[in-house]
């Protein structure tokens, strides 16, 4: 497919490390990308001072200002609603107007989330939109969805997560048949709460995806499925305890390699290695977690992130565009709607052939 120039709007002012992280972060992206133009929402004057000095092509650059951040302590909903000026609200915006096809934002979860329904808006026929992230494993990468969206879902939501997350890992990862496995506390089928075991035969049934039964969380990181899904608290609490136990593996790695000479001998044996493996482990490689489900694209970074991760969120998001996964999720979407409803009328039809 040919490249097309992919507007993005990216909120300035998310993120621990903002303004100066997302600025850097976007002169980057340019250039790495020269088919992509971006938008910098937030306070006009400390853009400006970051961007002074800086190396980068003017004409694929437009500061959008806005005069009001929200932060991570507010309430999403009403910060949305008041803050109609803020650097999140503004860039979004500018994606529902079709001005920008794409959002990205290190900022409040709560807040791009909410803001993303309300202001851009979900695809006909998704029921809930969901939070989508990347995560490193033994064998690749596996999709985790939801992880912040759906604090409460149905069963069919979740299968709906199974499909937007298979098309994801197909047409965006290039994984042919991906597999989709159900986050449970046990394999067998009997086990889980009330939303897992009603969950499981609707997915066992779902046509459009490779079930593979339940998947227990300390199978993860072993490559047990491409797509895990579950609902955004179990989901959200599975991610947070990832990203704390590789933490602490790499810290107890660091203090056992430079405990002694002995062990600091041996770390200058295998540094190299070691270094190779745990590349694969870097998250910033994955950019940030797309919300599948919108009627335009939605990347919430990580809010500790970098320059070279609001790049990568950047470059991801216009790979994103590139492939038009939303137009496939709007296809498989309507597709699953439409045979629905002739089902649901062969059954109507049934019923009345059998009256007498």
């Given amino acids: 497919m040919d490249k097309k120039t992919v507007k993005i709007a990216v909120d300035a002012m998310g993120g621990d490390k903002a303004p100066g992280a997302v600025i850097q972060g976007c002169v980057d992206a340019l250039a790495a990308d020269k088919d992509i133009f971006i938008y910098l929402t937030g306070d006009e004057a400390l853009l400006k001072r970051g961007l002074s000095g800086l190396s980068y092509d003017e004409d694929r650059l437009e500061i959008v200002p806005s005069t009001e951040v929200i932060t991570n302590e507010e309430h999403p909903a009403f910060a949305i609603k008041k803050k109609r000026n803020s650097s999140i609200v503004i860039a979004q915006r500018l994606v529902r107007e079709g001005k920008a096809d794409a959002f990205v934002s290190a900022g409040s979860t709560g807040a791009i989330l909410v803001g993303g329904q309300i202001l851009i808006g979900r695809l006909k026929g998704v029921h809930r939109p969901a939070l989508a992230p990347l995560m490193p494993t033994t064998k690749g990468i596996t999709l985790l969805i939801d992880c912040g969206a759906n604090m409460d879902a149905k069963p069919t939501n979740l299968v709906q ?40 035969p609707l997915l066992k049934e779902c046509q459009d995806i490779n079930f593979i039964g339940s998947v227990e969380a300390r199978d993860i990181p072993l490559g047990a499925a491409d797509v895990v899904v579950t609902d955004a608290f179990a989901g959200n609490v599975a991610l947070k305890m990832y990203e704390g136990s590789a933490t602490a593996i790499l810290t107890l790695l660091k203090n056992t390699l430079t405990s002694s000479l002995k062990t600091k001998i041996g770390a200058a044996l295998i540094i190299k290695d070691l270094k190779s493996q745990l590349k694969a482990y870097d998250v910033s490689q994955y950019g940030g977690a797309p919300m599948l489900g919108l009627k335009g694209l939605v990347v919430k970074a990580h809010g500790s992130s970098d320059a070279k991760e609001i790049a990568t969120a950047i470059g991801q998001a216009a790979a994103f565009i590139r492939k038009d996964i939303i137009g496939k999720i709007s296809e498989a979407v309507s597709g699953e709607k439409e045979r629905t409803e002739a089902h649901e009328a062969g059954q109507a039809g049934g019923e009345a052939g059998d009256r007498p």
């Fill in 161 to 200: 997560f199974a499909q937007m997350g298979s098309i994801y890992m197909k047409d965006y990862v290039g994984i042919k048949n991906p597999t989709v496995g159900i986050l449970n506390v046990g394999a067998e089928e009997a086990k889980g709460n009330e939303l897992v075991r009603e969950t499981f």
